[in-house]
């Protein structure tokens, strides 16, 4: 298995569209860096450095910024951010397409059942593919779920961070976590 790590720079300028409502001397203070480099960052003239993305995340609640920013850093195994023009960006709509993608996922899951409990060198092309669509559904679920975490935590002025900080003593109890 290959292992994955963060790129040591990426390309910001989607991310740097959602904190532009921010003074560029406010945000190169945040960002520990210079406004001129704000201003490359946010036109795509320049990369930004794996060190000042740290230093935005800690310091920019923006979901939208997070999610398009982590997304590039990750090479693209985080969740990228849904904002295209099929996209309403309204927390009902977000509400509406989780409930959609949860349900695709259950009706191919509830279909691979038998296919998962096989040893996964006994099965056959269209076993292999079932279980690539499978895989597929679960990233839609993943896409979305964490597209209307951001989105609901930005309507309601909250926290992820925070609130991931709070299940993390949950999940320790619950020993998913160490």
Same mark, same amino acid.
């Given at each position: 298995?290959?292992?994955?790590?963060? $790129?040591?720079?990426?390309?910001?300028?989607?991310?740097?569209?959602?904190?532009?409502?921010?003074?560029?001397?406010?945000?190169?203070?945040?960002?520990?860096?210079?406004?001129?480099?704000?201003?490359?960052?946010?036109?795509?003239?320049? $990369?930004?450095?794996?060190?000042?993305? #740290?230093?935005?995340?800690?310091?920019?609640?923006?979901?939208?910024?997070?999610?398009?920013?982590?997304?590039?850093?990750? @090479?693209?195994?985080?969740?990228?951010?849904?904002?295209?023009?099929?996209?309403?960006?309204?927390?009902?709509?977000?509400?509406?397409?989780? #409930?959609? #993608?949860?349900?695709?996922?259950?009706?191919?899951?509830?279909?691979?059942?038998?296919?998962?409990?096989?040893?996964?060198?006994?099965?056959?092309?269209?076993?292999?593919?079932?279980?690539?669509?499978?895989?597929?559904?679960?990233? @839609?679920?993943?896409?979305?779920?964490?597209?209307?975490?951001?989105?609901?935590?930005?309507?309601?002025?909250?926290?992820?961070?925070?609130?991931?900080?709070?299940? $993390?003593?949950?999940?320790?109890?619950?020993?998913?976590?160490?």
């Amino acid at each position: 298995m290959k292992t994955v790590t963060l $790129k040591k720079s990426a390309e910001a300028s989607e991310a740097m569209q959602y904190v532009r409502h921010l003074p560029q001397k406010q945000l190169a203070s945040m960002m520990q860096t210079s406004r001129a480099n704000i201003s490359h960052l946010s036109t795509g003239k320049r $990369k930004m450095q794996q060190d000042i993305a #740290e230093q935005a995340l800690k310091t920019i609640e923006n979901g939208n910024f997070a999610v398009a920013l982590l997304h590039q850093f990750s @090479d693209g195994v985080t969740a990228p951010l849904l904002n295209g023009t099929a996209i309403d960006q309204h927390r009902l709509a977000f509400l509406a397409m989780f #409930e959609n #993608e949860t349900e695709e996922l259950a009706e191919v899951q509830h279909r691979l059942t038998l296919t998962l409990a096989k040893n996964p060198e006994q099965l056959d092309q269209a076993e292999k593919e079932q279980i690539h669509q499978f895989m597929n559904e679960l990233i @839609d679920v993943c896409t979305v779920a964490n597209n209307t975490l951001f989105n609901l935590a930005h309507v309601y002025n909250l926290s992820v961070k925070r609130l991931m900080n709070d299940r $993390k003593a949950e999940f320790k109890k619950f020993h998913w976590i160490n």
